[in-house]
Structure formats: C-alpha cells, structure tokens
C-alpha cells in the first residue's frame, strides 16, 4: 500500500515554487516533512482567486465566446447557390474580404463621420453639465444633495428606448408641451424636422446619461480632503476659484472614465435615431449610424458575415478614440 | 394624456390579436358534405401553425364535426420557429406534417419544392373562395397553397368635411387627385402619407397590376419601374409636389389620431381591422365618416382593390392532400367560423377568403363609427369581394423593404421624385441580389 499522499503525487507531476519564506506554514501539512506544495498561502491566493470565477465565466461565455465566433463570421461569405435563391446557401472562406469592404464602404463611413461630430458636441456638453451639477451638489448641504441625487438619477434608469418614446412624445408638434412652450416666447420650433433631429436626439442623450455621470463625479468630490478647502478659504479663495482650482483637477481622473464611457456610448448610437427614423425618415435612413448599419446589415439584409466584419471595424473604431482621448486628457497628472 | 395613451397601447394590443387571429382562422358558407376519402376508418393529419388562442379549438371543432379526417394541431411557437422545425422535418423525411401555415411567399414554398401541387383537390371547391383567396393561392396558374383571404382596401372619407367643402366622393385616381386640389384651396388635406410607411405605394402600384417581381425559369425578373408602378407612383408624386397631403408619422399615433379626428384630413385608404382603433381614439369625427370603394385606375378593365396574402401549403410528402383541403374548406362553413371566435375577447376572425362574409361583417363594424354603419359593412364585403390577393415580393423582401422606406421618406419630403426612389430601390435590389448569388434580370 503506497503511503504517499494525494499532494505529494501531485507534487511528483507538476513543479511548484518552492515554500514561502517564514517556515513550515500551519496548514497543509505534509507527513514526511516533505516540501509543502499546498502551503496555506497557495491556498489563500486559490480561494481569492476563486471569487473570480463567476465574472471570468460570465466575461468568457459573454464576450470572449461571442467575439471569437464574431472573427470567425467575419472571414466567410455566405451565397446562394444559384438559381432563384431557394436551394440552398454556399459558405466559403473571404479571408479579409469583408473588411476590406468594409473600410470603403461609402454609407458605414458616412455614419461613422456623422456620429463623430455628433460626439463632439454631445461628450463634452454631457461631461460640462454633470460637473456642474456636481459642483453644485457638493455646495450644498448634504440632506438637499441626497434628494436632487436620486431625482437627477431617474432619467439614467429609464431604459433607452423607453426614454425615447418619453421624448418623441414631449416633442410632438401636435400633442407635446415643447412646441406651446417656445410659441410662448415668439419661437416656432419643430423638433421632429429634418434639421432639429440631431439637437432632438442630443438633447435626449445628454438627459439621459446626465445622472449617472453627475453621480461619478459628486462621489469623486466626495474623497477631496476638506482641510484644503479651509486652507483655501483663509487664503481668501472663493467658492468658485475652490471649486475651479482644486476640485475640478481633483475629479480628473474620474472625468477620464465618465469621458471614454460617454465616448464609447455615443459611438454605438443606435436606438434613439432608430425610433426617431419614423419621423424624420427622410434625414435618418436605414444606414444612418455605423451600429444602424450593422442591424440592417445582419438582421434585414441577412448578411452576418459582413455585419460582424463592421462590428470589429466598429470596436476598434471605439478602441482608438478612446486610447486618443484617455491619453490627451490623461496627459498632465496634478 | 396617460389613460389616453395607455388606452391607445390596449387597443393596439387587441387589434393585433385580432389580426392575428383574423389572419389564422377562416370561415364560410356553403356547408359541402364530406365525402369520405377512404372507407377504411379516419385519416390523420397534422397541421402546424403558430396560433395560440384559436387553432387548437377549430381543429377540435373539425373533428367533432366528422369523422373522415383525425386532425391534429400542433402549435408552433411562432413563424420562424415552425419555418426553422418545418425545414428540419423536410431535410429528415419524417415526421413532415400535412399543413402548414404560410410563413413566407408562396414562391418561396414552390421554388423550394416543398409546397404540393393540390390544383386537383382545389378545384373541386373554388366556389367556397373569392377571387382573390384563389390567386393567393396560385403560383404560374396551379394551385401550390390553400386558399388565402387578404384584407382589402377601401376608401373611408369624412363625409362631414367633404358636405362643407363641397367636394364629391373622386371614383378614380385622378379625380382623387382634382378633388385634393379643391381641398388644398382651403387648407385641408385630401389624405396622409407617413414618410416611414410605403405601404400606400405598395398597395397602388398592386392595383395598377405591376408586379415587381416575376419568376421566368430559373431566375428572377425584377420591375419596379414599369409604366404601372409608374402610373401609380405619379398619383402620389402630383399629391406630393402641390402639398396636397400631410406627413404625420405613426410614431406619434396622439397627434395622429388628433389630426384624423380634426377634420383638416378629408379621406384615408383603410382595411376592417383598423376600425376598432379609430373609432376610439376618434370622437370628434365619430359619426362623420363614410365608406366607400377605393379609387380605381381610370384604364381599369374592372374595379379592384388591393391587398394580399400569405397563403398555407400542403408539404411535399404528405399523403392526405384531399383530406387537408377537406378540413380548409371545412372552414368556411358557419360552424368553423364560430368555432374560431376567441373565448377571451369574443371577437370573431373575418372570413376574409369566402365569396360573401356578409353575415360576419356587422362584428367588424363599430357601433357609431359611420354615418351609415349598414352601408360601410357593405363597402367592406364589397372591397374583399374584389381584392387582387396576390402581390410578389420576391426571396429578398427584408432586405429591400427598409430601402424602399428610405427612398420613399426622401420621396414623400419631396427631396427626390417617387421615379428616382423606386430606380434607387430596384438598384438595390439588384446589387443585393448579385451578392446573395441569386440569379436575376432587371426588365428593360
């Protein structure tokens, strides 16, 4: 009968570092006074690692599975084998056909474009906005802060295309209160026009991402040290100087992530022009954003292979920017 | 606003049952006694479809009502589950049911080779079936599918502006187009064309007699720019340049139901499934509305309104196609057609394939909603009694649809003619087949 034990067989297959500095740990004891192979830190490190499991197999199933199987979609082709389109359908390997499509393609670049100037007024408007409703929160005293934080909050959990019929519905130039309002003050404004779509929509972005971002920024204002404030207010410093001065490089960091996660929203525009599509049909078309033209393109047209492609296209479209923009306001450390 | 709102969602949600329901059941005259098939006990068939609420109970009712035929409902939980298990069962050869609710084309079905030629079974009863029903259910002049009923278009005006106007009811296209004129004269809109909806082009260049897409041989031959589909697209594009119509979108039904109700809209084309709806989200205008055939060609040989259907098939494989078709005709009879009537909502499926639904009509017509309620439920078995049924949209129908929707958004906003948008579509469909590999012609 073999005395060895279970750890030791496993320590004649596989090598394992050596035993932590400090002596012969309390735990895994080894009857022979062999070297410890399951010493208790092993075992510790194991079992903090383990909390990870539930994340590692959500983020595997959910995003590395589904990507791999994206790449792979994306380097076939998909045609009919002829005919009247009924018999049957022929997949063969593109290698990189679809991308190279996919980097010429007129309308997916178009939309690309169009969101980008979108961004740029939308990203920054949405990041000004919520600073200075954090500033102002943290101005004011802690009991009126909580209540307007919840309340600034709701827009955030309201679900997008939820939001958007709310709005489509404040917008109606027949039924909706924003057309009497402004008639009020002598302006003839139709936010369901061609040329008020994109204001329309910016609008509705802005409200809805306001909160969430307001609320990151107030928690970041939260963890500045007050004994600076004080110092500052002897020196003479007023509120505004305070809050431009020491809170605003303070919350720096966190502008930086509030920034790229607008960025990257803004980028897979998708549901609002969706649903603003039936009143504007002439100005927003099937294409009309880079995240449209891959739903048409997977789902209407039936060409998976090149919607992934886009979609790849897409994410490292989202990469880039992001890398460009954490780098440029990541730049200057205080 | 709110219960307004929310009272609109629950009409919406019964109108689309009942559509559903409408488009699943059928119903009938004309009893025709069953002759048995086979005089050695009941054949068996199954039928697959994806209708929750009725389908069991018809089958049930069915074989109650003889006992030739032992049929079986098996419900599918939607129309691309009962397409994905119906190819399956096709490429495994078994377990190939005997019908199965159409879930594309009918062509789609044929060029397949899974639809059945029954032409012999079919014509024992075409008597039981309108016009239209029959050509729904015809590919290159056989019979593949069963008999479908469409729901057909007409034509509902508000009387109450048309009396103050002093405008008559147009008979034709082009009248229709004068009397928009008369009423552009003093601010009123003769119709409404959503930007986001090209269904109204659809349906007139169907009743014109385009057809955009036709089979010859082995490929397809795709038209959308053919002096019909012209014909129709000049009605629109002249309403269009001398702004005759409005552009509400069905995205704000509030305002469009206010704009319907205001009286500054004379006239809209219409089906019996909407009624319910307007009339209650309609109050005003209640009681101002009349019924009325929709506007024909002026160089049509007779009068005909659009619509069309998707029709049922009996797969290739299946060994009962007499007992299939005595079970469809079956359902024309008045006792199938109460059989079909839903045990929540009591309301009744339109028999939309029979040759006179008369006597189920006064169900479909809402109390208080025509000026006349006995003369619009004759408009309405007139206008099935004459619906074409049969409109192709060839093997890339999902993809072209939301370019044609583009095209007719720019069209309607008057940034393009409806010429260009249906070039700019056929293009498309074009280009779309040549990547899909299929082959086809653009006629000349």
Redesign the interface.
């Known amino acids: 009968m073999s005395v060895n034990t279970q750890e030791d067989r496993a320590a004649a297959r596989e090598p394992v570092p050596g035993p932590p500095p400090g002596g012969r740990p309390r735990g895994g004891s080894s009857p022979r006074g062999r070297t410890p192979i399951w010493n208790w830190r092993t075992a510790q490190n194991a079992k903090g690692a383990s909390l990870s499991f539930p994340f590692l197999a959500g983020f595997t199933l959910f995003v590395i599975v589904p990507v791999a199987m994206a790449l792979r979609e994306s380097v076939y082709t998909t045609?009919?084998?002829?005919?009247?389109?009924?018999?049957g359908e022929?997949v063969s390997f593109a290698g990189l056909d679809n991308f190279a499509d996919g980097f010429v393609d007129g309308s997916f670049w178009s939309g690309m474009f169009r969101v980008f100037l979108y961004a740029l007024i939308v990203v920054p408007l949405t990041q000004v906005l919520s600073l200075a409703l954090a500033l102002l929160l943290d101005a004011a005293r802690r009991r009126a802060a909580a209540r307007f934080r919840v309340a600034l909050l709701l827009p955030y959990m309201v679900p997008g295309i939820v939001a958007t019929m709310v709005w489509?519905?404040q917008y109606?130039?027949?039924?909706g209160p924003l057309t009497p309002f402004f008639a009020f003050f002598g302006l003839d404004v139709n936010f369901?026009s061609?040329s008020m779509v994109w204001v329309s929509m910016g609008n509705l972005a802005v409200w809805s991402a306001l909160g969430f971002t307001m609320l990151i920024l107030y928690g970041a204002l939260q963890s500045v040290p007050h004994e600076i404030f004080e110092a500052a207010r002897l020196d003479g410093a007023s509120e505004l100087r305070i809050a431009w001065s020491i809170k605003v490089p303070f919350v720096r960091g966190s502008l930086v992530l509030t920034s790229l996660l607008s960025i990257i929203g803004t980028l897979q525009l998708f549901d609002q022009p969706l649903?603003f599509?039936?009143?504007?049909?002439?100005t927003i078309?099937?294409d009309f954003t880079p995240a449209m033209m891959i739903y048409?393109q997977a789902?209407?047209?039936?060409?998976l292979n090149y919607a992934t492609a886009l979609s790849v296209i897409l994410a490292l479209v989202v990469g880039v920017a992001s890398a460009i923009i954490y780098r440029f306001i990541n730049r200057e450390e205080p | 606003m709110r219960t307004n709102r929310t009272r609109w969602t629950t009409m919406g949600v019964a109108a689309a049952a009942t559509v559903s329901l409408a488009a699943c059941s059928s119903g009938g005259s004309a009893a025709e006694p069953d002759e048995p098939a086979e005089q050695a006990g009941p054949v068996s068939i199954e039928i697959w479809g994806w209708d929750a609420e009725t389908g069991e109970q018809i089958v049930d009712a069915f074989n109650e009502a003889q006992d030739d035929v032992e049929a079986e409902y098996v419900l599918q939980a939607s129309n691309v589950a009962t397409q994905t298990n119906f190819q399956n069962a096709m490429e495994a050869g078994s377990g190939v049911p005997c019908l199965v609710q159409g879930f594309a084309p009918l062509t789609t079905m044929v060029v397949n080779g899974w639809a059945q030629d029954i032409t012999e079974y079919v014509e024992g009863s075409t008597d039981l079936y309108n016009e239209g029903a029959l050509a729904a259910a015809q590919v290159d002049g056989r019979y593949y599918g069963l008999p479908a009923g469409s729901d057909a278009q007409f034509y509902m005006v508000n009387q109450k502006t048309f009396d103050e106007y002093d405008v008559e009811v147009p008979t034709t296209w082009d009248e229709f187009v004068e009397v928009g004129r008369e009423l552009k004269k003093d601010g009123v809109d003769i119709t409404n064309l959503a930007g986001e909806d090209p269904t109204p082009l659809m349906h007139l260049a169907q009743q014109a007699g385009a057809e955009w897409f036709a089979i010859d041989g082995d490929q397809w031959v795709v038209n959308f720019t053919d002096e019909r589909t012209l014909a129709a697209a000049d009605v629109f594009q002249q309403l269009i340049d001398e702004d005759m119509v409005s552009n509400q979108t069905y995205m704000d039904r509030p305002a469009l139901y206010k704009y319907f109700d205001s009286g500054k809209m004379a006239s809209t084309t219409t089906q019996w499934w909407s009624l319910t709806g307007l009339q209650t989200n309609m109050p005003d205008s209640a009681g101002d509305w009349t019924a009325h055939p929709i506007p024909q060609f002026a160089d049509a040989a007779a009068p005909v309104t659009p619509g069309r259907a998707t029709a049922s098939f009996v797969p290739v494989g299946c060994e009962h196609p007499e007992a299939v078709v005595a079970f469809h005709d079956w359902r024309t009879t008045p006792e199938a057609i109460e059989a079909g009537r839903n045990a929540e909502t009591g309301a009744i499926g339109f028999p939309t394939q029979i040759p006179d639904p008369s006597d189920y009509v006064e169900e479909v017509v809402p109390e208080g909603f025509f000026a006349d309620d006995q003369a619009a439920a004759d408009e309405i078995v007139s206008a099935q009694t004459h619906v074409i049924g049969k409109f192709e949209l060839g093997p890339n129908y999902d993809a072209w649809f939301p370019e044609l929707q583009d095209q007719w958004g720019k069209a309607v906003a008057g940034e393009i003619t409806l010429e260009e948008a249906l070039t700019a579509v056929q293009e498309f469909v074009a280009s779309d087949l040549e990547n899909k590999g299929i082959s086809y012609t653009v006629a000349e």
């Open positions: 045609r009919s084998t002829g005919g009247l389109g009924f018999g022929t489509i519905y109606s130039p027949v039924v369901f061609s649903l599509r039936a009143v504007t049909p002439e078309t099937r048409d789902f209407q047209v039936g060409n």
